[in-house]
């Protein structure tokens, strides 16, 4: 079965960037869309940004200017730059992928990485 994996996280300051990797393994795995969510602390779980059919990319307000969703250089792939990062942008950040399965149109999520941005 589709399995994604992110990469990237860890801990920087307030100000600082970093760039989050998904990467999808798997056969017989179609991507249309790629998407970012978060869980920080004390929030659900909202949406960073999405990449829609990989071309039209929508953010969260939190991130609009400051963050930018793309495709990866791997097949099935995606990046999450982050930029002027900010302490309350500290959470776990989780890789979505929407396509066609062996069994159909499907989600798949990763396990997440830790974002860590301190003051």
């Known amino acids: 079965q589709v399995q994604l994996m992110e990469s990237g996280g860890g801990s920087v300051q307030a100000g600082g960037s970093l760039r989050l990797s998904c990467a999808a393994s798997?056969?017989?795995?179609?991507?249309?869309?790629m998407s970012w969510y978060r869980q920080t602390p004390g929030k659900q779980r909202e949406l960073v940004a999405t990449?829609?059919?990989?071309?039209?990319?929508y953010y969260g307000d939190f991130a609009k200017g400051r963050f930018t969703v793309s495709v990866g250089d791997a097949e099935n792939s995606s990046y999450l730059q982050m930029n002027e990062l900010k302490p309350e942008d500290t959470g776990v950040y989780y890789c979505q992928m929407y396509g066609r399965a062996s069994r159909g149109p499907e989600n798949f999520w990763g396990r997440g990485t830790q974002v860590t941005v301190s003051s």
């Open positions: 798997g056969r017989g795995f179609s991507i249309s869309n």
């Open positions: 990449l829609v059919n990989l071309q039209n990319a």
